[in-house]
């Protein structure tokens, strides 16, 4: 057989409430039109994150039942690290709440003042973190990533040549460590290549500098390298997961992805000194070393999650599932990032609403009237969430692109879901002339997409 079906059937369902577009237009001028202000009961399809937002699966919920809350050295703990162990590989396994929370302990403990991080593209809490603590983060991005219609199988990829340039700029001393985001959520949910981590080690080892996965969605990073990489197409997912791990000295990750758990994360590492203080830490404002600040069931659905999300049924209908998205709204004429990625799929709304300035948010516009047409939230990510301001004039710069990412919550909806989204996708492009761009009436001086509140221009 040639199609790919949801390798699971229903046990629970979630009714959805349908809304006509007169409520949609109401809910719309009550949100200011920023749709992270909307009731999540107003929306009809969510796909604003694939974060926390996965269905988990019967043995997790079993699993759930199984968690045992003692406060230490409980069963649901060694459950989780033998499970983590299993796939990731290495020494110390820090459970932690979540993946922004491993992110603050590791750049805490190693990170200061006068540092440089590299990553292929730091995800935001990434940046802000290492900024928090005062650490440059700095962004290396191989150029086939830069040209959101080009087709290459591992976009993601860092720039080795950047790479060796930015340590030999700085001096090693100044860089604690590398980073490399599998796959790369901000570039487009694009994978990176085992020949590309395997070569980013090389140079990290001959300068003496630790390498981290920031592994939120190892799984599906793995299951590219299988289906694109030569070399791997007979080998297990796990198998490639594993030896993708090998390569490095640590992690850090959020279980809300590739977990596919609803909460959740941890941080690992091989060095034993480091382990110690970021237990340390982590007893300050987490919590004890065998919970991290989750809550035994937490840890038992995790610890499931992480293996079901390495089935190759899954992932095989997870990898069609997003490419069927994203090739019917492409044929249809609609501009994406090239190829579809593994988790989202990113609309190219500057190229899809030329006649709207940047600086009155065509990606804005864009994610506003899918909303409107069928009650479907997706997030912008454009100069509404990365504007920058001209240190001398203080005037508002655009970001580099204006995009729109519909990312697919795990094993969530159904085809005849995204059959729906492909749809009011295809009747917005029908209309797309005609869409008016946004003013922005109030915001916050910082993250203000979070809050603004628009106008239509
Ligand atoms: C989600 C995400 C994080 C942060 O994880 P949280 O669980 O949301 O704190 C870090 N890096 C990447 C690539 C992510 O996608």
Known sequence: MRTIIEPFRVKVVEPIRLTSPEEREAALVEAGYNLFKLHSRDVIIDLLTDSGTSAMSAEQWAAIMRGDESYAGSPSFDRFEESVRDIFGFKHIIPTHQGRAAERILFSTLCHKGHVVPNNTHFDTTRANLEYVGAEAVDIPCAEGHVLAEHHPFKGNMDLEALEALIVRHGAGR?????????????????VSMANVRAVKAICAKHDIPLYIDACR?????????????????????????????LADGCTMSAK??????????????????????????????GFPTYGGLAGRDLDAIAVGLQEALHEDYLAYRAASTAYLGDHISKAGVPIVQPPGGHAIYVDAATMLPHIPRLEYPAQALSVELYR????????????????????????????????????PRRAYSQSHIDYVIEAMLEVFERRESIRGFRIVEQAPFLRHFSARFEHC
């Open 175 to 191: 860089i604690p460590l590398v980073m490399i985001t599998i796959t790369n959520n901000s570039g487009g949910g694009q994978p």
């Open 218 to 246: 190892f799984a599906e990073n793995a299951w590219f390298i299988r289906a694109r990489e030569p070399g791997y197409s007979d080998r297990s997912v796990k198998s490639i997961a594993q030896e993708l791990f090998a």
């Open 257 to 286: 992805k590739d977990g596919l758990a609803n909460i959740g994360g941890f941080l690992c590492t091989n060095d034993d000194v480091l382990a110690r203080q970021e237990k340390d830490l982590l007893i300050l404002t987490e």
């Open 373 to 408: 047409e069928a009650g479907i939230r997706t997030v912008e990510i454009g100069s509404v969430m990365f504007a920058r301001h001209d240190p001398i004039t203080g005037a508002e710069l655009p970001a580099p692109n204006e995009l729109v990412r519909l990312a697919i």
